[in-house]
């Protein structure tokens, strides 16, 4: 999450021209206004993008395409997503009655919350963790905090308790102070990120935030986790403190020259603006105490892993080298970074992934999950798309500078008026990704961007966007948190609800688009009140202007025991479920085909034995369907003598009928189907006999009769044709 991070970051001094939008758009054309009571909905400056421009932003989404992607094969739920992102002069985004939309997914439980945060009704919450069957849901702003649930019952989430920190710096900006929240691989300890400014208690002080805490990581020991305790404060130092912060245990294994290995287990944190602060964990008496390995306080300032944008982080034993590698999504300022820290103390960057190095604030690199299949790796990166409130620019928001404009970089910082992209890399071979340029002086860098323009290309396999071709706009619209589970990803949408991907082409190396599976935007109509905005929230008012001011606001989901468990920023807690059961059938309208094997086929006074075979196409899969193997159930024969104009057909007793009308046959069920075969044993005379086939397939198809004459001679057949 990246938003109010920006104010710790690099634009924390850009800050200064950042105005409150309290009073809306002041310009001609711009009907909205958040000052109106309950002006949300399709107005603010989002409503801006609902027309032409919004068209032409879809348009230009081929600038973060995968090049070569081939045409996507639509999924069950594209059609339906292509409506699920309501937006126009008529529409609320804060009416959750307008956002009914499902697709293959359903809502299995609801904690409304409305009893565990009765004191503070309104608050945000944000990041979740779920380990040992502990889910941790993170309360974000205007105060950080922690729900603890025990989910070992997906379906039946059961609240455990709630841990309270510190209060926002909301009389500076309306910062989120809780961050992001981590559990130890046990479930007995919670790492809670707090962004604040400075170390000194905030105002106005709520006595429901017990540990006024400052800039750095809150340890929380749930030995019980029905009461929660803070064990330790870690200060880290930062610009505005910590973003995300992640737990990882680096495993025993091989060590050498040039590849240190230091085992243990240990906590990773952003350093907003800066860079990333790794702890080692002990334990002691049960407690984890953390102490540093290397950050900007250790003395040897190199040791430290430097880099001025860092998002969010991904740690992963790797299966195809077993060393351990730290991936950073590093905002605005690249793509992902990768390093080796199996020494955490001697970490070393051995990647940069980077479409467009030529801009500086196009996209936010925001999330990563990496995934290994047939020994390739696989990194997912979904950007954060956002508009920024300057009301100094014509549009209100903050724009591009004529330079980046001029090459092509967008026209707003954060290109909120482009739909997000959800990348797909292969990362295989590190060397092959660009030259890591993030450290290197700005002359130096753009001396390489090129090479590492080129490169992140090569090696980007596909792009997803959102079908509606909706933009990002105040994130209301920006794809946020994914999860890898086997060849789907998992995908929290904000105001878009939660996505389930199908990438398994792209898992397989082919440039194509991941498909939609399944997609719900949970709407409970049990909510909490909005969070005020008063006009002049903190000295610099709002960052955006509609965010998060949606129903539903989905920040973070996780896949828990074959549930997605789903925190509404203002809502509650949904327990989701993806419906796996087979697709629908594709219609089948093409008939089967009999034929009568002339060559097999026998016809003798005392038995008449038919040979044949019959095939069936099926139908392939579309959509919303599955394909369906072709198979014929049955085969049916009639064989009559010819008598002048009329048939005598015969019956399965081998009796020939009366003479009847040969356009009314009577037909016997013949045995097999793809071969078949008909024997008849009776008394049969000479001449001439006509035979008509048909088939019948599985979804009932029936094949036009087709017939054949055969001549009884003697004891010989004749063949003839009809
Ligand atoms: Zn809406």
């Known amino acids: 999450m990246s938003r109010r991070l920006l104010l710790c970051g690099v634009l924390l001094l850009a800050l200064t021209v950042v105005l409150p939008t309290a009073t809306g758009g002041a310009h001609p054309g711009e009907a909205h206004s958040l000052a109106e009571p309950g002006a949300i909905g399709g107005k603010g400056v989002f409503s801006n993008l609902a027309g032409a421009r919004q068209a032409r932003a879809a348009t230009a989404l081929t600038r973060f395409a995968t090049t070569r ?55 945000i919450l944000g990041e979740m963790d779920v380990k040992a069957d502990i889910a941790a849901i993170e309360i974000t702003y205007p105060q950080a905090g922690v729900l603890f649930f025990d989910v070992s019952d997906p379906a039946q989430p059961k609240f455990l308790s709630r841990y309270n920190a510190t209060e926002c710096d909301q009389l500076l900006e309306d910062i989120n102070c809780g961050a992001f929240v981590d559990l130890a691989p046990d479930g007995k300890t919670a790492y809670l990120s707090i962004q604040k400014l400075t170390i000194l208690p905030t105002l106005p002080l709520n006595p429901n935030a017990l540990n006024q805490a400052g800039p750095g990581v809150d340890v929380i020991d749930l030995a019980n986790p029905r009461k929660p305790v803070r064990t330790q404060f870690y200060p880290i130092l930062g610009l505005g403190g910590v973003h995300t912060v992640r737990s990882h245990t680096i495993p025993a294994g091989p060590s050498g020259p040039g590849r240190p290995r230091a085992a243990g287990e240990y906590v990773i944190s952003n350093q907003n603006g800066i860079g990333i602060d790794i702890a080692k964990v002990t334990k002691i008496a049960g407690k984890r105490i953390l102490t540093t390995v ?85 990194v ?24 980046d404009q001029a090459a092509g970089c967008g026209t707003f910082v954060g290109n909120g008026d482009k739909p997000g992209p959800l990348w797909i890399v292969d990362a295989t071979d590190f060397s092959k990704l660009g030259p890591a340029n993030d450290r290197k002086t700005p002359s130096e860098a753009q001396a390489t961007d090129a090479t590492l323009k080129k490169a992140s290309q090569d090696a980007l396999v596909a792009t997803w966007t959102n079908p509606a071709g909706r933009a990002g706009g105040s994130l209301t ?16 949408h904000y105001h878009g609800g939660v996505y389930v991907l199908d990438a398994s082409a792209a ?15 949970p709407h409970d109509k049990r909510t909490r009140p909005l969070l005020g905005q008063p006009p ?47 697709l629908p059938l594709c219609a089948d309208a093409t008939r089967p085909r009999a034929a009568l094997s002339r060559k097999r086929s026998r016809l003798r006074a005392d038995r008449i034995l038919l040979h044949g075979s019959a095939s069936d196409r099926g139908c392939s899969a579309a959509a919303a369907t599955r394909s369906r193997r072709g198979a014929v159930s049955k085969v049916s024969v009639a064989v009559a003598r010819v008598a002048g104009t009329r048939c005598r057909f015969v019956s399965a007793r081998g009796r020939l009928g009366k003479p009847r009308a040969c356009s009314k046959p009577v037909y016997l069920r013949a045995k097999g189907t793809k071969r078949w075969r008909l024997q008849l044993k009776g008394s049969f005379p000479a001449g001439t006999y006509r035979i008509a086939i048909r088939a019948r397939d599985g979804a009932g198809n029936r094949e036009r009769a087709k017939t054949a004459t055969l001549r009884l001679s003697g004891r010989s057949v004749d063949k003839t044709d009809a």
């Open 69 to 123: 992607q081939a045409p996507a094969p639509a999924g069950p739920c594209t059609e339906a997503a292509t409506k699920s992102m309501p937006l126009g002069a008529g529409h609320r985004h804060d009416d959750i009655a307008s956002h009914a939309f499902a697709c293959r997914m359903q809502q299995v439980a609801y904690v409304p919350l409305t009893e565990q945060l009765k004191d503070r009704p309104n608050v």
């Open 294 to 378: 290397r950050n900007l306080l250790s003395r040897d300032l190199t040791a430290t892993i430097v880099n001025n944008e860092v998002h969010d982080t991904f740690i992963q034993n790797d299966p195809l080298d077993g060393r351990t590698y730290l991936y950073n999504a590093a905002g605005f300022s690249t793509g992902f970074s990768v390093y080796d820290i199996t020494d955490p103390s001697r970490f070393k960057q051995v990647a940069e992934w980077d479409l467009t190095p030529e801009c500086e604030d196009d996209w936010y690199a925001h999330t990563i999950d990496v995934t290994h299949r047939d020994g390739r790796r696989y």
């Open 380 to 403: 997912t990166m979904p950007a954060e798309m956002l508009l920024l409130v300057d009301k100094k620019t014509p549009t209100g928001l903050a724009e591009m500078s004529a330079e």
């Open 477 to 492: 619209f920006s794809p946020h948190n994914q999860q890898i589970v086997g060849d789907k990803i998992y995908l929290s």
């Open 507 to 521: 898992f397989a190396g082919r440039r194509e688009r991941p498909k939609e599976l399944g997609f719900i935007v």
């Open 536 to 582: 002049l929230t903190g000295l610099l008012g709002r960052f955006f202007t509609d965010f998060p001011l949606g129903r539903p606001e989905i920040w973070d989901m996780v896949v828990h025991r074959g549930h997605v468990l789903a925190a509404d920023m203002t809502g509650g807690l949904y327990t989701l479920k993806y419906d796996d059961s087979p």
